[in-house]
């Protein structure tokens, strides 16, 4: 290749660490996330570990507490909210649009290295000794009796918070302002809809945690009763302000991934989106219904049955914009020319995970249910079925997909596949049980257990094996194809959108010349030239 | 395309950038208008399980430092105001003065912030440093404190930033004020306005509950 690209523009350090461009952004977020990924998963490892066996063989309950703290902070603030939106709609964004970068590159930089600070702080609060209060800082633990490094832990995901702001807002006024000419709103690819959506959370409800985490380290520096029933402080008000971010959160964590599976589907399946409005405008109302459904966290806290009974109600009204996408996706393959191709894969294991774990979401919504339900492993299967079956399977596939963009390599076919393959089973052997022990009552955060439930367990520690093995793969062949892999052909997949126009790795700026965009997208052509079966 | 050195690569025009830029501040004030929102809220719940206590407590609040606070700050955002309307390469020179202004009334209202913070500070009404209160309702009396303190630090943090921007445009409409100052200076003056807003809300929150009926 003898064309400039941004990757080979220049080689410097200040080249990568002072960039304003959004593709080497994408690439310093990527890195990053797989390394908080590691660390998260390393606690998950342990965790999975001790539980193999009913008795305490590995850790204290006090380092127990703190693995799973770390794991859930780690997880949730530093690998699945930043990881589609971050790696892939920082890269992609502009390519899609048809412009030259975001509208703020530099935001973009300085979010980065927020992010980082955060990263770091939280890290620090980790290796100084941990956190002990779950992911969720509940009061009044988290702010009279918790003996560990909660205001670090608070203020490193705080700091996180801003990184999630900038890229929002970044987002929004890029779609807003930058799309190239003839690019209107029904011609946008889905997967901007689901990263509008995403960002208009990100910008609305992170300030609520950011003022929540900020009362409860004045609470602890101070020792002054925000939430301290003693002085007539209300431990719930945390909750409902904790919830009221943290289930559009939820969101920020799924919605991106489906954007990135109206993607693979269409392509894959070489047919439009089905209903492609529709599956528009559902990413919109999930957002926007989203922030009305914060109380089915807390069923169980006292609050009112009224609240209860309008949360649940909301909760059932939110699973219908997911439920259109689901058919939606459905239709597509309909009479579409399917490829099992490995990103096709993930996107398929994506439908039957997210459907597992958005109807045992509407179980849950069921009050009677959830009061049995509350605080067992049925929660952690269904959330897990959602965050990882769902987000991380998409984060992969659109990893997939876009990778020959990214890198200008292709990668091996076979191992692709088979570690799609691997992660869909050792998904369903890790999670599934646990939906089994929570409905027999084993509670979570529990490091010991009865000895009735050790089947169960060790089923669900083997496919975490088997899981963490499937994760480990791609290290391996994309890091191979990196550097040795066969060069990639500007659009591999032969597919319309406008981030296939341009040459893998893309130059600079993007274009050479500004695209004009006179059509709907999804225009794919039935034949599908898929050629790279081996690298 | 060839490097353009009055905008950015990723704009069209200059209309392009300024509003881009503009719509970028207003997103901005979003996040903002929640980031408080959530302290309101929690202030508003509090008030609500606690009306008298919270009344009492309105009462030791200074009010004549508070509504001075608020003329002050009222004035400043009308220089800023006054300053986008006039703003060109002509009028650079009253236009570095109306900012400037400005940002001295900023520095006056923290000025203000600060003997008002010290007075409750010797009434022994600063939770978790010295709180002190007898009677009845000390314990919602030091929950109203709390978010008196939490509140107006907060604000007074988005005024040190205001008065960093306001200077620095100052300094900038000194020299050689371009459009894309302008655009600069818009953006500035809608953050400045929006934390006038938000002491206006805290004014009528911190001040005024308990006033009209002792």
Redesign the interface.
Known sequence: MSEMNYLTADYTLKSWFLTTDHKRIAILYFASLIFFFFIGGAAATAIRIELATPQADLVSSDIYNRLFTMHGIIMVWFFLIPSIPNTLGNFIV?LMIG???????R?NLLSWYIFMLGGCTTLFAIFAGGIDTGWTFYTPFSTLYSNSYVIVAAAGVFIAGFSS?LTG??F??TI???RAPGLTWYRLPLFLWSLYATSVIL??????L???L??IA?ER??????FDP?????PL?FQH?FW?YSHPAVYIMILPGMGVVNELISCYSRKQVFGYKFVAWASLAIAAVGFLVWGHHMFVSGQSLVASLVFSFMSFIVAVPSAIKVFNWTATLHKGSIHFDAPMLYALAFIGLFTIGGLTGLFLACLAFDVHATDTYFVVAHFHYIMVGGMVTAYFGGLHYWWPKITGRLYSEYWARTAAVLIFFGFNLTFFPQFILGAEGMPRRYHVYPPEFQLWNVLSSGGAVILAVAYLMPLFYLGYSAFFGRRAPANPWNAPGLEWQTSSPPPG?NF???PVVTRAPYQYNRDFQAEPQNA | MPESSAFAPQYASIPHRDHTAELGMWVFIATEVLLFGGLILAYLVYRHAFPQGFAEASRHTEIVIGTANTAVLLTSSFLVAWAVEIFSPDTARITTWLLMGAACLGLAFIALKGVEYSREYGEHLVPGIDFQFAGPRGNSIQLFFIFYFVATAVHALHMLIGIGLLIALAMICRKAPTTRHHTALHSAALYWHFVDVVWIFLFALIYLPGRSSS
């Open positions: 502009p412009a030259r970068d975001l509208a703020f590159p935001l702001i807002l970044n929004i006024v807003h302002r930058l910008v609305l409800a992170t300030p609520v950011a003022i929540t900020l009362l004045t520096f101070f020792g002054v009763g925000i003693r002085i007539g402080g209300d008000l302000l009221f700026f050479t010349t500004q």
